[in-house]
């Protein structure tokens, strides 16, 4: 019995394609049918670069256009991963979706909460699937560290601290050439990774915190744009009046970074990577009050896969998506208010 698969078209040729073009290829409810850039001869050349060996071959029918209003209207296309510039995510993920398509958006979703909701709204009135792209989310550590967390081992958390970097290199400069109002800069690349966790670790009931105040500051180019931005989200006090904070840094001036660990009244956990390949051993390590101390290690995993297996099992099966418009809205709101605070 052959397994059915959500077609899939790609609006953009940029670089997460290394992991998300394979991921699309290699899960098995997926099959990748387009790929579409506004340069000439890009999403071929990325398709080729990207692909797995032997994959043109025998998939010689991947359609690669040179426009993407072609791609949003091929009748053939299910789906639409969006890795444009993050201030063009509204804008195209609307005109896929009043096509009808479904769209999985790299994060951010949008750079505004107004622009999420315009999302969400034309979501609802075409019934189509939407979710933010947090590939993280869907690595086995992540649910680990959640079940530690659940069982009570570390006490009520209070206290986490997120910190994302890395280096930048002159290839990446494209992500700092405009203010960080109009989508430049770390918090807008990095940035949702670092508040995502965070709200992640505090969340009740299944559900994601937001900050009820947030204070930061950043370092700016001359485009406005933030090199660094640090800052403190208070979730406020929790049932027994104590101070819950959530401490967080990014930064294009430091080495690769993507940790996050999580203090309670009893002891500590942390994972030690929350961006990891393929072929990596993930070690999340937890300590306790008595001076016990385990660190785990999981079996290689590929994240990028287990989120594109994820969405089109949502699709096909009509599920909902682990990642909810609330929960975008609400990443985006606090982000928002990173930025007045650096303003």
């Known amino acids: 019995m052959s397994i059915q698969k959500l077609k899939w078209g790609i609006l953009g040729a940029a670089?997460?394609?290394?992991?998300?073009?394979?991921?699309?290829?290699?899960?098995?409810?997926?099959?990748?049918?387009?790929?579409?850039?506004?340069?000439?001869?890009?999403?071929?050349?990325?398709?080729?670069?990207?692909?797995?060996?032997?994959?043109?071959?025998?998939?010689?029918?991947?359609?690669?256009?040179?426009?993407?209003?072609?791609?949003?209207?091929?009748?053939?296309?299910?789906?639409?991963?969006?890795?444009?510039?993050?201030?063009?995510h509204a804008n195209w993920a609307i005109k896929a979706i009043n096509s009808g398509k479904h769209i999985l958006i790299e994060k951010p979703m949008a750079i505004t909460l107004k622009d999420v909701e315009a999302i969400e709204a034309a979501a609802i009135k075409n019934k189509v699937k939407v979710m933010e792209g947090f590939m993280y989310?869907?690595?086995?550590?992540?649910?680990?560290?959640?079940?530690?967390?659940?069982?009570?081992?570390?006490?009520?958390?209070?206290?986490?601290?997120?910190?994302?970097?890395?280096?930048?290199?002159?290839?990446?400069?494209y992500r700092i050439n405009r203010s960080m109002a109009d989508g430049g800069g770390a918090m807008w690349d990095i940035g949702p990774y670092a508040i995502h966790s965070l709200r992640w670790c505090f969340q009740k009931d299944?559900?994601?915190a937001e900050p009820v105040s947030i204070t930061a500051h950043a370092k700016l180019n001359e485009h406005g744009a933030d090199i660094v931005t640090s800052g403190v989200l208070d979730f406020g006090p929790d049932s027994e009046?104590?101070?819950?904070?959530?401490?967080?840094?990014?930064?294009?001036?430091?080495?690769?970074?993507?940790?996050?660990?999580?203090?309670?009244?009893?002891?500590?956990?942390?994972?030690?990577?929350a961006w990891v390949f393929q072929n990596d051993v993930p070690v999340i390590s937890w300590a306790l009050e008595d001076g016990k101390y385990a660190e785990e290690r999981f079996a290689p995993s590929n994240h990028f896969n287990l989120e594109i297996e994820h969405f089109s099992d949502c699709v096909l099966n009509n599920k909902q998506p682990l990642l909810t418009f609330a929960d975008a809205k609400a990443n985006c709101r606090a982000i928002e208010m990173v930025l007045q605070a650096v303003k």
């Open 206 to 208: 299944g559900k994601p």
């Open 137 to 173: 989310r869907f690595h086995p550590q992540h649910q680990r560290v959640q079940e530690i967390i659940d069982s009570g081992l570390i006490g009520d958390v209070l206290s986490v601290r997120a910190s994302f970097s890395f280096l930048m290199k002159s290839a990446r400069m």
């Open 241 to 273: 009046g104590r101070a819950r904070f959530g401490h967080f840094d990014v930064s294009f001036e430091r080495s690769r970074k993507s940790e996050y660990e999580i203090i309670g009244t009893k002891g500590w956990v942390k994972c030690h990577a």
């Open 15 to 88: 670089r997460v394609n290394e992991r998300l073009l394979p991921a699309i290829i290699e899960s098995p409810n997926s099959e990748l049918v387009a790929i579409a850039s506004r340069r000439a001869g890009a999403a071929k050349a990325v398709l080729e670069k990207y692909a797995p060996h032997g994959f043109i071959e025998t998939h010689s029918d991947v359609r690669c256009y040179d426009d993407m209003d072609a791609l949003i209207n091929d009748p053939n296309v299910e789906a639409i991963y969006c890795p444009l510039a993050n201030e063009e």
